[in-house]
């Protein structure tokens, strides 16, 4: 059973920056594949970014396209979220999410694709 937990979410003027962290507690961790998720109050949870097991490919929502960077490191068992040029729109909160790579193909945007997920942290995006 995997534990996630995010951190580094806040309240950030438009245009600025943020980092968010999730540490994994499975010592495989780079047996899974990784996504940030984000659900704005009243709207469904939907796709930002994610990455491979190995961290050489990386997957992101047009709508963050160029803004967002999703890295790892699994030597720490992390996973970070870098936001830059933030917009009022990205306010939401934002979950991290596992899922344990088995062989076959997944959709990655999916959300039914993670069998794991952190508790969330907020971020907030001031205009």
């Given at each position: 059973?995997?534990?996630?937990?995010?951190s580094g979410g806040g309240?950030?003027?438009?245009?600025?920056?943020?980092?968010?962290?999730?540490?994994?507690?499975?010592?495989?961790?780079?047996?899974?594949?990784?996504?940030?998720?984000?659900?704005?109050?009243?709207?469904?949870?939907?796709?930002?970014?994610?990455?491979?097991?190995?961290?050489?490919?990386?997957?992101?929502?047009?709508?963050?396209?160029?803004?967002?960077?999703?890295?790892?490191d699994n030597a720490k068992?992390?996973?970070?979220?870098?936001?830059?040029?933030?917009?009022?729109?990205?306010?939401?909160?934002?979950?991290?999410?596992?899922?344990?790579?088995?062989?076959?193909?997944?959709?990655?945007?999916?959300?039914?694709?993670?069998?794991?997920?952190?508790?969330?942290?907020?971020?907030?995006?001031?205009?």
């Open positions: 059973q995997v534990q996630l937990v995010e309240l950030v003027q438009a245009g600025g920056s943020l980092r968010l962290s999730c540490i994994a507690s499975e010592r495989t961790f780079s047996n899974y594949r990784m996504g940030w998720f984000r659900q704005a109050p009243g709207k469904e949870r939907e796709f930002v970014a994610a990455i491979s097991r190995s961290g050489s490919s990386t997957y992101a929502a047009d709508s963050v396209k160029g803004r967002f960077t999703i890295s790892r068992n992390t996973v970070y979220l870098q936001m830059n040029s933030v917009k009022p729109e990205d306010t939401a909160v934002y979950y991290c999410a596992a899922h344990l790579v088995s062989g076959g193909s997944v959709d990655v945007t999916d959300l039914r694709s993670y069998a794991y997920w952190g508790q969330g942290t907020q971020v907030t995006v001031s205009s």
